[in-house]
Structure formats: C-alpha cells, structure tokens
C-alpha cells in the first residue's frame, strides 16, 4: 500500500506540462514573434525617410557654416541608418565642397540607457575613412586616415595644396562653449603647394614633405603646440593660436613661423625668400603672420 503510493507520488512529481498544452505554447510563440517581425518589417518598409533626410540636413545647415546635401537615406539591419552619399558645401571664403561616401549611423548600445547617449559614425572619404562618436550634450570624438586631398589655399586661389592625410583625431563639443577643451592631433605625408608658376616663380611645385601638427583649445582659442615638417624643400617649425571667429575666414591668427631651406629648394624661391626677410645665423627665415585666415598679414 505505501510503495504504490510512493510510486503515485513520484510519478505525479515527475509529470510534465500536458501533451495538450503544447500546441498552445508553440502557437503563442510564433504569434510573438510574427508581431514582432511585423513590426520590424513595418518600421523598415514605411520608415519616413524622406522627412528624416530634411530634419538631418537641416540640423546640419543650422548647426554648422555648410549647406548640407544628404542622397540615398535608408535603414540597415541592425538598427542603423544609411546613406549612400553626403555632400557638404561652403562658399566662403571661395567655393568647395566635400564628399562623404557610404555613411552610416547607429546607436552606442551601451550608452542609450544613460544621461548621454550618444552614435557612433562611420564613412568613406577620399580614398580614405573616417569614423568617430557624437554624444547628446555635443562631445564628439573623430578619426580619418588614408585621405588623399588637393584643395586652393583659402587667400591664394591660384595656389593649391595636395597631400596625403595619414591620420587625424580631433576630441572637441560642438557647439563650443567658454570651456570646452579640444584636442587635434594631425599627420600629414607628401604635402606640395602647386601652381607656383602663377606668380612668377620657375619651379611650379614646392615640397613641404611630412608635417606633424598638435594642438589643444579652450572655447573658441586653439594653440597650436606643434608645428613640424621635414624632407621637403623647406623645413617649416612654429607655433601660435587660432581664434575661431562665426565663420572659418573671420577666424584670426597670431602664428610664428620658421622656414629653413633645404638644398632641393629651388633657386628662384631661395631669392624670392630674401626680398622678404634677411635669413638668420642658421640661415632660417622667421615670420610672424597675423590677421584673418581669409587675409592673412606676413611681417
């Protein structure tokens, strides 16, 4: 009598949900997840895309001295927004505009549940990439490396500088405040101003080589700590501030600058050298440039 009860027992015990129930739970889970999926299929398939590629050029052309072109907007999987190609152009102080291919934007998953959340950016630029963070409160954090440029210098249009950018990274918040603290970080490799031929000099190109530039800032004032080049015609070192105006052209500068010619330099440069300024001991030549960057004063 007591074994067959213990035997009931341990039965009842090892029992599992009924045979009957478990169609039920298997149709409450693929009820579940066919919502979700048509959820997911409906935030893909009638995302508003076309409202959010105004609002983000808008925010673009608010924030910032650029006119914002953003082309191919879409969603990716997972959750992340896409576009095929973003243009930005300015006009001052001459036409230019930039182009950003493939970008993408998504969310920094760990930081979505805290008080500064924040996306992580992504894209190709000039042969080369670039990728950085930008949290709520306007702290950004960028990187680019491998970018091939040639753009005119700002005051002199018939004059170009072509180069390679090898790396860069630049920590700032945007837009800056009286205590914002930036850093910038910059090398560049095989750097040449073109067109010298246009003001009279015999050789069209002079070689500036690698430059190594470093810099800090607090608010709108940049100090520039590190200012190097070698392996070009020139040797150039110096240092001085950037005070950011409300457009890049306004901005003032206050830069001392020393050139040392190397024995590559051309003949003609080395003479046009001396009608500015009498060459040291060492043979450098000092400059201190002054005024806006759209006109700047060498003395």
Not at 26 to 50: N, T
Not at 162 to 191: D, F, H, Q, W, Y
Not at 269 to 294: I, K
Request: net charge positive.
């Amino acid at each position: 009598m007591k074994l067959n009860r213990f035997h009931r027992l341990r039965t009842a015990r090892g029992k599992t949900l009924p045979s009957s129930s478990k169609p039920k739970l298997r149709f409450y889970l693929g009820a579940l997840a066919s919502l979700i999926l048509g959820l997911v299929a409906s935030l893909y398939f009638f995302f508003p895309v076309s409202a959010l590629e105004e609002r983000v050029e808008y925010e673009i052309n608010g924030r910032t001295p650029v006119e914002a072109d953003l082309m191919a907007l879409s969603l990716g999987f997972p959750p992340a927004m896409r576009a095929e190609t973003l243009i930005l152009k300015i006009d001052q102080p001459q036409p230019y505009s930039l182009t950003f291919d493939k970008v993408s934007v998504k969310p920094l998953w760990h930081s979505l549940f805290g008080r500064n959340p924040g996306v992580a950016i992504h894209t190709d630029i000039l042969g080369g990439a670039g990728e950085g963070t930008i949290r709520r409160n306007g702290d950004m954090e960028v990187s680019i490396a491998r970018v091939i440029f040639d753009t005119p210098l700002p005051s002199l249009t018939s004059l170009r500088l072509s180069g390679n950018l090898k790396n860069g990274e630049l920590v700032t918040t945007v837009p800056a405040k009286p205590t914002t603290e930036s850093r910038m970080e910059v090398t560049l490799e095989n750097i040449r101003v073109i067109g010298l031929k246009s003001v009279g000099i015999g050789s069209d190109t002079l070689s500036l080589g690698a430059v190594s530039l470093r810099g800090s800032g607090r608010g709108n004032s940049f100090k520039i700590e590190q200012l190097e080049s070698e392996g070009g015609d020139l040797k150039v070192s110096g240092g001085g501030t950037l005070l950011f105006g409300r457009t890049v052209e306004s901005s003032r500068l206050n830069l001392n600058v020393i050139l040392s010619p190397t024995p590559s330099l051309d003949k003609e440069m080395a003479e046009l050298l001396n009608l500015f300024r009498q060459p040291g001991r060492d043979g450098s030549y000092r400059f201190r440039v002054t005024g806006t960057v759209a006109n700047p004063v060498v003395k």
